[in-house]
């Protein structure tokens, strides 16, 4: 997180799904959420949680924004009474349109490859499946890397980008140096 911070990021997640290498508890989100500073959003990543435990995390953790990666449906997602943003599982017979417009609460879409479980699978999905007038703001997902975000930022002019595993030295393992290169190259390409 820190390495983030120091980069300049604009935002930075906590993920709250258990099976996820990259999954901190309560008491660790509370800490580092702390440590970050007024102006960077604090995002909490959910996966198919019940809304208990979304309930006790809000209560002990102040988060800013919630970010839903499962099967949750608009009205799941407005029940906690914060701002949030869907994730979207792209492949090619998804209606991205559709899908944008079945959650009309939502502050953005997340566009992110499909793969077999959920999260940090590290692979691109093909761009060409972003239609054109998403009722949502674009945020892309899926393997962004320093060596190809400048490339998604340019060409598609998404409202933000979400980077996870293409910033780890190992699943995991955050590496700075990948992190400041990021960042760098995301600002490049959208100055």
């Given at each position: 997180?820190d390495?983030?911070?120091?980069?300049?990021?604009?935002?930075?997640?906590?993920?709250?799904?258990s099976?996820?290498?990259?999954?901190?508890?309560?008491?660790?989100?509370?800490?580092?959420?702390?440590?970050?500073p007024p102006?960077?959003?604090?995002?909490?990543?959910?996966?198919?949680?019940?809304?208990?435990?979304i309930?006790?995390?809000?209560d002990?953790?102040?988060?800013d924004l919630l970010?839903?990666?499962?099967?949750?449906?608009?009205?799941?997602?407005?029940?906690?009474?914060?701002p949030?943003?869907?994730?979207?599982?792209v492949?090619?017979?998804l209606?991205?349109?559709?899908?944008?417009?079945?959650?009309?609460a939502?502050?953005?879409?997340l566009?992110?490859?499909?793969v077999?479980?959920?999260?940090?699978?590290?692979?691109t999905?093909?761009?060409?499946?972003?239609?054109?007038?998403?009722?949502?703001?674009?945020i892309?997902?899926?393997?962004?890397?320093?060596?190809?975000?400048?490339?998604?930022?340019?060409?598609?002019r998404?409202?933000?980008?979400?980077?996870?595993?293409?910033?780890?030295?190992?699943?995991g393992?955050?590496?700075?140096?990948?992190i400041?290169?990021?960042?760098?190259?995301v600002?490049?390409?959208?100055?």
């Amino acid at each position: 997180m820190d390495a983030a911070l120091a980069a300049g990021a604009d935002a930075v997640g906590l993920v709250f799904y258990s099976p996820s290498p990259r999954a901190v508890t309560s008491d660790l989100a509370r800490s580092l959420v702390q440590r970050i500073p007024p102006f960077v959003t604090r995002v909490g990543l959910f996966v198919n949680e019940t809304p208990l435990r979304i309930n006790a995390i809000l209560d002990e953790v102040e988060l800013d924004l919630l970010q839903f990666h499962g099967d949750e449906t608009d009205a799941y997602c407005r029940q906690f009474g914060r701002p949030f943003i869907k994730a979207a599982r792209v492949r090619p017979e998804l209606d991205l349109v559709e899908f944008a417009r079945s959650f009309p609460a939502a502050r953005a879409l997340l566009l992110d490859a499909y793969v077999e479980g959920y999260g940090g699978g590290g692979k691109t999905f093909d761009w060409t499946l972003i239609p054109p007038g998403l009722p949502l703001p674009l945020i892309l997902s899926g393997g962004l890397q320093p060596e190809n975000v400048a490339d998604a930022v340019r060409g598609l002019r998404p409202w933000a980008v979400d980077v996870s595993s293409g910033v780890e030295s190992a699943k995991g393992i955050k590496d700075a140096a990948r992190i400041a290169a990021f960042v760098a190259a995301v600002k490049d390409a959208d100055a």
